[in-house]
Structures are given as structure tokens and as C-alpha cells.
Nanobody, 122 residues
Framework: QVQLVESGGGLVPAGGSLRLSCAASGRTFSTYATGWFLRAPGKEREFVAVIDWSGLNTLYTNPVKGRFTISRDNAKNTVYLHMNSLKPEDTAVYYC???????????????WGQGTQVTVSS
């Protein structure tokens, strides 16, 4: 059973930066992908970014391209989401998730963290 724990959320002014972390434990398979998703108030969960197990392949949703970077440190079993030039519309609960496939669809991910709140003030 994979367990994921997010951290790094908080309150930041528009234009600021945050780094979210997703620490994994209990993984027994060697190939997987880790995604970041968000849920804004009153909205459905949305894809943000995904990285494969090697770290060589990444994919981003258009609104965050050029502002967010996903990376991983396999020695620490941790995936990061570096968030720059934050906007009020980035305000949401951010979740990391892990699955066997490199995919943007949340239903393809079997394991989820509890989420971390990101609030961007205008």
C-alpha cells in the first residue's frame, strides 16, 4: 500500500512562489508515475502536472506551463511541484497521486495524498 504525504502549501501573495512536496512510502513496484492535481472551491478536481518514475518525462496543463515545474528525487522518494509567478486563480487544494501509467486522468491513479492548501492573495 503506497502512502503519500503532501506538504509545503500556504498563503502567498500574487507573484510569489511555493514548493510542494509529496513523500511516498510503501511502494513495491518499480515503474510508476506521480501526478499533481488541484481542486478549487466548488470545482472538479483538475490535472496539473505528471512525471514518470525516471524523471525524464513530464507533462503540464496549459495554465501552468512556464510557471510550474515538477521534479523528483528518487533517493528521497519525493516528488516536488515548484510553483512560481502564482496567481489568485491557482488557489486550491493540491493533491499528489501515484499510478502505474503516465496519464492526466485522475481515475488512472490508485493512491492519493490528503492534500495541501495553496492560497494566493491578490
Amino acid at each position: 500500500q503506497v502512502q503519500l504525504v503532501e506538504s509545503g502549501g500556504g498563503l502567498v501573495p500574487a507573484g510569489g512562489s511555493l514548493r510542494l512536496s509529496c513523500a511516498a512510502s510503501g511502494r513495491t513496484f518499480s515503474t510508476y508515475a506521480t501526478g499533481w492535481f488541484l481542486r478549487a472551491p466548488g470545482k472538479e478536481r483538475e490535472f496539473v502536472a505528471v512525471i514518470d518514475w525516471s524523471g525524464l518525462n513530464t507533462l503540464y496543463t496549459n495554465p501552468v506551463k512556464g510557471r510550474f515545474t515538477i521534479s523528483r528525487d528518487n533517493a528521497k522518494n519525493t516528488v516536488y511541484l515548484h510553483m512560481n509567478s502564482l496567481k489568485p486563480e491557482d488557489t486550491a487544494v493540491y493533491y499528489c497521486a501515484e499510478g502505474r501509467l503516465f496519464d492526466t486522468r485522475d481515475r488512472m491513479y490508485s493512491y492519493w495524498g490528503q492534500g495541501t492548501q495553496v492560497t494566493v492573495s491578490s
